[in-house]
């Protein structure tokens, strides 16, 4: 498990409320307030989950089950320049796998991971649909194509 | 009603539309086998995720192999349920799901009831093809006061999922992550003891193999018997005599109370007693607090609080410790029957022997887990010494009596112990859903009218529909009485009352479908219900069989009252056998 224990403001219980609503509190809406909670809030530790349990009628060990089904939902909370490697089949057989371990060496990060001073972290996903430019690597919203290993330390040197 | 023809292994048969190729082979006798699926017929529970895949057979004209429990008979189809191409895949399923299943069988506590197991003996397995390079999934072992989690033994059936969400609506268990590292666990993987969990045991009651077992008191009980400071008193729940034959090689429903007294005597207990004398006394308390809120109520007392809920079963009463915290003013306050039975023995008892609570050592056999638990929490102990010291259930009771080699099936059969061993039909009737109401009505009608009862069966009051409900005239008062087992069948009920709904007197809640015969700790029924309707009526046979059959006749809990407690809640009545509840419901805490 590796939620961090946090408590929530009155703010944050009213915002989620009202994304709950916003959706009726309908259960079957589950992945929609998820969905939109992280927007909000750039990730969904457990005490988001208690509140959206209490307002959805969903137990909230069934919410945890969801979050951590779905690999687009974390419990930690992205850094500032959130990096996603795609490892879908195109980007992953051009090679993007020894682009991944470059980027874990230099940031000394494992694929779930934030970095210490919250600038960066780093995930996987599968397929960003831009297969041309395999392997693609994105960060925040701006992506870069054919990614090579040797490529990675001047990517992560436009953030410093 | 459209019926289906089809051929099943050559087979022709005729089914209803919408049966699954599985049950429409049960019809001509092919047991096709299974291992995820599970259903209890006469309870509407039914665990079908076709996750598995042992059940598959092969379908003429179809390129895919179909798994049988989840596929519906068609017109005109040919099903072939053993050709090689199914057995082979049997086999293979088989093997993977070995692969990843710990090779203890030996030392496990499921060994030789464990449907993995049979399945794999049925199947013919004999060796695991991979297994020295194939990676096992493992994860930490979670032993909570009633239930151990061994995860490592989970083969994912989700079972226990399906009854602690759909039949229970407990939600503390979920399947959680994905592939190698998926397992059923509750919210953040925490362990069941920081969960909603109530410890109902339906989960461990489903699990077909070793992932999900109760905590084993059985070491415990051996030392108290073994210390010859100690003296040891036992009482045996009703369920318990109903079904513990089975672990003997009997037939469902089958009684064995008086063989399970002489087992007792002879595993050294000093009292044999009855939790069914504690029953008695329960009817009583509960009877008389029924009808004191019934005559204030009627007397226009609005602080008088109805329906009144039973309180016997602790599943039900961590239930709504935990999601009804509100209504904690509207169950009884009447502590259960082990309770009160430990108590009354740790006290009256002790003191008529002559010697202190800290000498005498209570145990309970149980068809409960949730009765591990119960027996554990602070208000029911004093200075520390609990008045129930360990809980056991049918299940461990049976396999002590195995282990000190006691011949059971042909044991005569002994009597219960005096005082606490003496009780009624209606104390016998505790064990089964609408026991306990029909057992209060049978003494609150005599209290409240001042007549006898002409018929003191109260055939309306029983059943197994997970809600009931029925009106008993209380010489012309019409008492509304409502019956729920199973916990989603309790919540029902309890919304009602919540939202002001609700126009019943009294509710009966058993937590465990079927009621106390039903319950965790009982022998595997492994989705049988006839095995349970078989206990049910074991129960009423033995109601019918007692010369007394109302708490309130019971000689040995008059003389209780004269002797020791007064009157049914009386000051001590209420300071050694009623309890308070508490708000256990989680808080969403809000930073300052």
């Known amino acids: ?160 | 009603m459209e019926t289906i023809r089809l051929t099943i292994d050559n087979k022709t048969v005729e089914v209803p539309k919408g049966t699954t190729i599985n049950k429409a082979a049960k019809e001509i006798g092919i047991d096709i086998p299974v291992l995820c699926w599970m259903e209890l017929h006469d309870l509407n529970i039914e665990n079908r995720p076709a996750g598995c895949r042992i059940c598959v057979v092969e379908i003429d004209g179809r390129r895919n192999l179909a798994p049988s429990c989840a596929t519906k008979c068609e017109e005109g189809m040919v099903v072939r349920t053993h050709t090689t191409r199914v057995l082979n895949a049997r086999r293979t399923v088989m093997e993977f799901i070995l692969s990843d299943h710990p090779k203890d069988c030996l030392t496990c506590p499921k060994s030789g009831n464990c449907e993995l197991q049979t399945l794999a003996h049925q199947l013919g397995i004999r060796e695991i093809p991979g297994q020295e390079i194939a990676a096992m999934s493992t994860y930490r072992k979670d032993t909570s006061p009633s239930i151990i989690r061994d995860l490592d033994k989970c083969i994912l059936c989700r079972r226990c999922e399906m009854m602690c969400n759909e039949v229970q609506t407990v939600g503390a268990l979920s399947a959680v992550n994905r592939g190698f590292m998926a397992v059923v666990a509750p919210a953040f993987e925490q362990n069941l003891e920081h969960s909603t969990c109530t410890y109902c045991g339906q989960c461990v009651a489903v699990c077909p193999t070793g992932a999900l077992t109760e905590v084993d008191h059985t070491p415990e009980v051996l030392r108290a018997l073994a210390d010859p400071t100690k003296t040891v008193v036992v009482q045996t729940a009703p369920a318990v005599r109903a079904a513990m034959g089975e672990l003997f090689g009997m037939k469902p429903g089958t009684l064995v109370t008086g063989k399970m007294v002489s087992a007792l005597r002879a595993l050294g207990f000093d009292y044999v007693f009855d939790t069914d004398f504690a029953a008695d006394l329960t009817i009583m308390e509960e009877g008389t607090e029924l009808l004191d809120r019934l005559n204030r109520f009627l007397q226009g007392d609005k602080t008088a609080r109805l329906p009144i809920l039973t309180s016997c079963c602790p599943g039900w009463v961590n239930f709504f410790e935990e999601y009804f915290p509100d209504l904690k003013d509207v169950p009884s306050t009447a502590k259960s029957p082990q309770q009160m039975f430990g108590a009354i023995a740790k006290s009256y008892f002790a003191d008529k022997i002559g010697i202190s609570r800290k000498d005498m050592v209570v145990i309970s056999i149980m068809p409960c887990l949730a009765k591990k638990y119960e027996c554990q929490r602070d208000e029911f102990s004093e200075d520390g010494n609990p008045d129930v010291d360990f809980s056991i259930s049918t299940r461990e009771l049976a396999a002590f009596i195995k282990q000190a080699n006691i011949d059971f099936n042909n044991l005569e059969d002994g009597d219960f112990d005096a005082p606490l061993g003496e009780s009624t039909g209606a104390g016998v009737i505790f064990g089964t859903t609408g026991g306990v109401i029909e057992a209060a009505v049978r003494t609150a009608y005599e209290i409240h009218t001042g007549k006898k009862l002409e018929k003191v069966d109260f055939t309306e009051l029983r059943g197994f529909e997970g809600v009931r409900s029925a009106t008993i005239d209380f010489d012309g008062f019409p008492l509304n009485i409502g019956i729920a087992h199973g916990l989603g069948n309790a919540r029902k009920l309890l919304n009602d009352v919540r939202s002001g709904k609700s126009l019943f007197h009294a509710i009966e809640v058993m937590a465990c479908p079927g009621g106390c015969i039903g319950g965790g700790g009982q022998p595997l029924h492994h989705g049988n219900s006839e095995i349970l309707k078989a206990r049910a009526a074991a129960i009423y046979e033995e109601d019918r069989n007692k010369p007394i059959r109302k708490s309130h006749e019971n000689p040995f809990i008059i003389k209780l009252y004269e002797e020791f407690l007064g009157k049914p809640n009386s000051e001590k009545a209420h300071h050694l056998l009623h309890t308070q509840y508490f708000d256990k419901k989680k808080k969403i805490v809000v930073k300052q």
């Open chain 1, 1 to 160: 498990m590796s939620s961090i224990k946090i408590e929530l403001r009155q703010e944050d219980v009213d915002k989620i409320k009202d994304i709950c609503a916003s959706f009726n509190n309908e259960p079957q809406e589950l992945i929609n307030v998820l969905h939109k909670c992280q927007e909000h809030f750039g990730y969904l530790p457990a005490e988001i989950q208690e509140v959206v349990s209490q307002e959805l009628s969903i137990p909230v060990a069934k919410i945890y089950g969801v979050i951590t089904f779905y690999s687009f939902f974390t419990m930690t909370p992205k850094g500032k320049h959130p990096i996603s490697i795609c490892m879908g089949t195109a980007c992953y057989v051009r090679g993007a796998e020894k682009v991944l371990d470059e980027f874990k060496k230099e940031l000394g990060l494992e694929v779930g991971q934030t970095s210490k001073d919250g600038k960066f972290s780093l995930s996987s996903l599968r397929c960003v649909g831009a297969c041309g430019l395999a392997p693609v690597v994105m960060i925040g919203d701006k992506t870069y194509g054919r990614v090579a290993p040797d490529d990675v330390k001047d990517i992560l040197r436009e953030y410093e």
